[in-house]
């Protein structure tokens, strides 16, 4: 392989750190990996025998979407969003989901339409057998969503979101637990095959009411215990 061809293959997306980026990813979807967890560089690496460097290029990934942060001397830590960020974040989100809905019910085609259908069979088998993949696969409903304006631009910024969203309830969720209910889903989805937006941007905008106040989202909650700040 010549130089330049290495050095390209270097910039673009390796294998290796494909695997890495999505299985972290993944962790933290199933909530295997919880916010303030530290990722320790040398045991990814061995664990997944790749260079220490694509390691550590994965996890600059992960810190430019703000789902990981460094800190000095002490390596990476996956974020723990304060509650300040986590009403930036959920309110930023709710209003590009209004945005691809709307763009959704203008350009959908059949095919989309039957993807969503087809989806929701399957969100209802995993729900009704209390899979313990069923808040991934709520998830994966707003990411089908977001993929079928057929905008990359706006399909990036709403998964980054969605996936922050994945961190801040596993800081503020309260004891129920699964934030999205499958007949919410289901009225959305038949609201964008009518071609009614007005009627699917208030369907989600109480879909999401409801995934907010599933949350504890109040001072105190997201912050670790220090022994310096007396109750
Ligand atoms: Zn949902």
């Not at 999505?22 to 690496?45: F, W």
């Not at 304006?149 to 709403?158: I, S, T, Y």
């Amino acid at each position: 392989m010549t130089e330049s061809s290495e050095s390209q293959r270097s910039r673009g997306k390796h294998p290796a750190e494909e695997v890495l980026y999505s299985r972290i990813v993944e962790a933290i979807t199933d909530k295997q990996l919880r916010p303030g967890e530290h990722l320790n560089e040398v045991k990814l690496a061995e664990s997944y025998a790749v260079p220490r460097s694509r390691v550590h290029r994965v996890l600059e990934r992960l810190r430019d979407e703000e789902v990981v942060a460094f800190e000095l001397n002490r390596g990476a830590f996956i974020c723990r969003p304060t509650v300040e960020e986590s009403m930036h974040v959920l309110e930023a989100r709710r209003h590009l989901e209004y945005s691809v809905i709307r763009l959704v019910c203008q350009r959908h085609t059949p095919e989309q339409i039957s993807m969503l259908r087809d989806f929701l069979v399957e969100e209802q088998a995993v729900f009704d057998r209390r899979d313990p993949q069923a808040n991934r696969k709520a998830g994966e409903f707003h990411m089908l969503l977001a993929r079928m304006p057929g905008n990359p631009v706006l399909e990036r910024m709403l998964v980054n979101l969605i996936r922050r969203g994945v961190l801040i309830q596993s800081v503020y969720e309260s004891s129920s637990g699964l934030l999205c209910l499958t007949d919410e889903h289901r009225r959305i989805v038949e609201f964008i095959a009518q071609n009614r937006p007005e009627e699917a941007v208030h369907e989600m905008a109480h879909h999401f009411d409801h995934i907010i106040t599933s949350l504890d989202l109040h001072a105190g909650r997201g912050s670790a215990t220090s022994i310096y700040s007396v109750p």
